[in-house]
């Protein structure tokens, strides 16, 4: 059973818009959600975080919302850049564990 | 250099050949996981450790084994590899970012691809 589900495998966005990726989860006691950029032979780069009691965290271009009700997490890139091509995955903790949930990953491309 | 190390990138080997993937960090993190990545299921975590000695079960730890003698080293180790672990390796170490809120932040190495014949 996926308990973090990123249901968009790909994602096309002209540069300078705004990029949205989503991540749904089922497992309420998840305390810390993060997203990571993974470019092709490397391995993946933390970019932002989130803790449960805040519903959104804003670092530059990059922002995180979280809607606890929904069980939903976004992160939006606004301006998107051709260097932001990439794949996305977000994850999860659980509360006072360092286990970590991942999801299946966006692979987000931006156009020049 | 701030770095996670992982050796080898590659291997190729053969069915029940026992083989070893080493992980090596410089950060003096205490906290360090391991995890594979595999088309259409993402990354999955094996094992973890949150200090020397101290190590559990991820999500998929079946045919793994791991140590933590020392706390820049955690070795990655596949007693009797089969052609299901084929997959891409990855190691990462962890700084804790609770004090911001952030959970914990992972450092991840750049992959071990391991091929099991």
């Known amino acids: 059973d996926q308990q973090v589900k990123q249901n968009s495998p790909s994602l096309s966005v002209q540069e300078g818009r705004i990029s949205i990726l989503n991540c749904d989860y089922t497992?309420?006691?998840?305390?810390?959600f993060l997203w990571y950029k993974k470019y092709p032979a490397e391995g993946p780069t933390f970019l932002i975080s989130i803790s449960s009691i805040k519903d959104k965290n804003e670092d530059g271009r990059f922002t995180v919302f979280l809607n606890k009700s929904a069980k939903h997490l976004s992160l939006h890139i606004v301006p998107s850049q051709p260097g932001d091509s990439a794949v996305y995955f977000c994850a999860a903790s659980p509360r006072r564990t360092y286990k970590y949930i991942f999801g299946t990953g966006t692979r987000l491309k931006v156009l020049a | 250099e701030a770095q996670v190390t992982q050796n080898p990138r590659y291997l190729i080997t053969v069915t029940g050949k026992k083989l070893t993937v080493t992980c090596s960090q410089n950060m003096n993190h205490e906290y360090m996981s391991w995890y594979r990545q595999d088309p259409g299921l993402g990354l999955r975590q094996i094992y973890y450790?949150?200090?020397?000695?101290?190590?559990d079960k991820g999500d998929v730890p079946e045919g793994y084994k791991v140590s933590r003698k020392e706390k820049r080293n955690f070795p990655l180790i596949l007693e009797s590899p089969s052609p299901n672990q084929t997959s891409l390796y990855f190691c990462?170490?962890?700084?804790?970012?609770?004090?911001?809120?952030?959970?914990?932040?992972?450092?991840f190495g750049a992959g071990t691809r391991l091929s099991v014949l």
């Open positions: 497992n309420s006691m998840f305390d810390y």
């Open positions: 450790s949150m200090n020397v000695e101290v190590t």
């Open positions: 990462a170490s962890s700084l804790s970012a609770m004090d911001r809120g952030l959970g914990y932040i992972q450092y």
